[in-house]
């Protein structure tokens, strides 16, 4: 009988995988994200400071006792406004210091494999790696489910019918920009809550969709919340939680 790393293949030494863990059940995991979590010989993922890091947390059950792990923590994360100065410069030193460790291990002949949520490229820390490493060693990306489509399948709210055109949204962008876009949508996913939610609700409620709004938080885990936006009265959402808000387009 064929093992998983028969089937999906195992690491090779001195590169670096950027592996996508879905969006936070680990039964959702790709048979190659699994194997490669098993048999790199070093994990590695961010965090922030004070947490396990969601990434790792996922993998928990795949990962054995004395593996080596590389933990890089975020100097900042939601303290300071993205677009603030001294956030771009405080993240853009982490993310050159940490390709700079990653480089070494694979230069090093270490297999490395640095987790993301969801799908690496996606909103994903790891692009930031891949940017600057890609061109100089050996990288694999290994895609994943993403975070918004676990949450829509636990919503049960198929999310494009027919010809509906979907718009992505980070729920940062400011309030008219948040309204015109989604006025223009069929269908649409808003990431990035947080601290936005407020706004993000005012900005469905103008474009005249809240009735089909839906507020996922946390979803796939163990504890997820799924309710509608209109029944929302929380001032403030979590990192891990996002709008979706299905089309209604063509229904044989």
């Known amino acids: 009988m064929s093992t998983l790393e028969d089937i999906a293949g195992k690491a090779k030494a001195g590169t670096l995988y950027g592996i ?5 059940d680990a039964r959702y995991m790709t048979l190659r994200a699994a194997a490669l979590v098993r048999s790199v010989d070093v994990l590695a993922y961010f ?21 080596r792990e590389l933990r890089f923590e975020y100097p ?21 210091q940490t390709a700079e460790v990653l480089e070494a291990e694979v230069r ?20 930031h790696m891949w940017r600057r490493l890609a061109p100089i060693v050996p990288v694999e990306v290994v895609p994943g489910v993403t975070g918004m489509s676990g949450c829509w399948t636990r919503a049960n709210a198929p999310i494009t019918w027919g010809d509906d055109i979907l718009t992505v949204l980070p729920g940062t962008l400011d309030e008219a920009s948040l309204t015109h876009r989604l006025a223009a949508s069929d269908a649409a996913v808003i990431m990035k809550i947080g601290r936005n939610l407020a706004k993000v609700r005012r900005a469905v409620h103008a474009a005249g969709l809240i009735e089909r709004a839906i507020y996922v938080e946390r979803g796939t885990m163990p504890d997820e919340r799924i309710v509608p936006l209109a029944e929302m009265d ?11 808000i299905p089309g209604q387009g063509r229904r044989l």
């Open 76 to 96: 900042v994360t939601d303290e300071i406004p993205s677009g603030h100065p001294d956030y771009e410069a405080q993240i853009a030193a982490f993310y050159r």
């Open 108 to 127: 090093g002949h270490s297999s490395v494999g640095l987790l993301a949520e969801g799908d690496p490229f996606f909103y994903g820390s790891f692009m």
């Open 47 to 67: 965090a922030k400071t004070g947490r396990q890091g969601n990434a790792r947390r996922i993998v928990s059950p795949l990962v054995g006792s004395g593996r």
């Open 20 to 24: 996508g863990v879905g969006p936070g």
């Open 234 to 244: 929380d001032v403030e959402g979590t990192y891990f939680a996002m709008v979706i």
